[in-house]
């Protein structure tokens, strides 16, 4: 079909990060529905596919949602690079292939930072970044969950699993997971 991995996500109706992700040897496995809709996209066997999948893994689910913030790229989180580079455009989504730059702190770093600090102590807080796009709002997040990962802390992105099927079934523990779940 000779869809490259963004056009492959705009027909299956997926974020292209999911995508990029399901392409990945040694990345997150994919959630069934995210199987179902890139083998509807790509006229594949959907039955077929989801038993491959569920062999491959032997059957064993994820124990809890996300991964340990340690093991994640900023931009499997959709943290987007600042400016151009020789990958953008290329089709290419590998992770690494676009550097950060230097973070400049601001003053919602230090709400973040707080917010941070109260989950830590086993308070819940939950704090809504507004600002236009590309205005560092990922970016900033990323940042102040940087300190969490030497902690052994989870991070799970709403994307995988999608985010209606991570907010119809509950963790191990019987608790339900939030839009960002740090653990």
Aim: proline share 8%.
């Amino acid at each position: 079909m000779r869809l490259n991995k963004k056009d492959l996500a705009a027909r299956a109706g997926l974020g292209r990060t999911v995508v990029s992700q399901a392409f990945q040897t040694d990345g997150p496995r994919p959630s069934a529905e995210t199987v179902a809709a890139l083998a509807r996209a790509l006229r594949l066997p959907v039955g077929e596919l989801l038993e491959l999948q569920r062999d491959a893994v032997g059957g064993v689910e994820r124990p809890d949602p996300g991964r340990l913030i340690g093991e994640w790229e900023p931009h499997d989180l959709e943290v987007h690079p600042a400016g151009h580079s020789s990958s953008i455009g290329d089709g290419s989504d590998a992770p690494g292939a676009r550097a950060l730059p230097g973070y400049v702190r601001r003053e919602h770093d230090r709400v973040l930072a707080e917010a941070v600090r109260d989950v830590v102590a086993g308070r819940s807080r939950i704090v809504v970044l507004v600002g236009s796009s590309s205005t560092g709002k990922t970016r900033a997040c990323w940042e102040v969950v940087q300190p969490l990962a030497e902690r052994g802390w989870r991070l799970w992105h709403p994307f995988d699993p999608t985010r209606a099927e991570a907010a119809r079934r509950p963790d191990q523990t019987g608790k339900w997971p939030s839009a960002l779940d740090l653990r």
